[in-house]
């Protein structure tokens, strides 16, 4: 059974147009994906495809004009907002994308320490500051006294020193060090080989593939495929969707061919498959309506000349 498991999840939002009326924007559409225990499963995607949306999603923090539909569950029960309250920061942790979210008035030492499981939080969190090149004097900081790279090694130990099931991170790496990033993966990895399920978030492919044990490729809101990471490999021949074999060959180390064209804005999706208006293998049929995700090759995909 998975530990998490989202299905068909839609979110839109409610806005004003002049003369105050409203206006409903739907920015994720009948999205699916599930994470075992032990399990890192990367989410990839360019700006816009509703990755951090997902995120928020999950835990239960979308903004008051938000409308959500369909159904999150956790250790198999439905994650209703009551669960969300009980479960949040403890059995379920997030390493967000903003350093904002760390508590301005509190020092950063104290933030990591009140996540601490274990008889000696301050030990604890002087090990894994340790660990990530944080110098003593740090702990005594406040945010606004912190670079970028490290308010994010803040947030990454935040969440190491948690005993979370679920840890969603959310573009833990921008502004990193190498050296950084690399301790980061190894983190997560350890996370998972450790029992926790990691769900990954990312733009870097390249970063997601060296710790994920599966990928969710979205676009324009919606599923597009999800892979095994092994199937990121040569030409991607063994990949599905012609959306994420672009991606692959996109990269320097492959033939790092463009993607031409734009990925579809919410209030202006073409009536049949997302991807059509970029796709090279279009064909009316494509154009008529959008496909539903099937399983192919121990996989799954949303494209109807998918074998």
Known sequence: ?????????????IQYTSGLRQHEVQTIRDLSLS?????????????????????HAILGILPENARMS??????????????????????IA???QSVNYLDPLMKVGAQVRSTAVGSDPVAVQRSIFKRYRLKDHVDNLYPFQLSGGMARRVLVATAAVSDARLIIADEPTPGMHSDDVAEALHTFKEMAD???AVLFI????????????????????????????EDFMGNGERLRHPYTKALWQALPQNEFKPNLGVQPQPNNLPTGCLFAPRCASSTQACKESRPEMRDLR???VRCIHAS
């Open 1 to 13: 059974m998975a530990l998490l498991e989202v299905n068909k999840l839609s979110v839109s939002f």
């Open 35 to 55: 994470i075992h225990a032990g399990e890192i499963v990367a989410v990839f995607g360019s700006s816009g495809s509703g990755k951090s949306l997902l995120a």
């Open 70 to 91: 369909g159904t999150i569950h956790y250790d198999g029960n439905l994650l209703d907002a009551y669960r969300l309250l009980a479960l949040r920061g403890k059995e």
């Open 94 to 96: 997030l390493v967000p």
């Open 194 to 196: 450790n029992g926790s």
């Open 202 to 229: 990312t733009h870097d492919i390249e970063a997601a593939l060296r710790i994920a044990d599966r990928v969710v490729v979205l676009y324009a809101g919606t599923t597009f495929e999800i892979a095994a990471a």
């Open 298 to 300: 121990a996989g799954s």
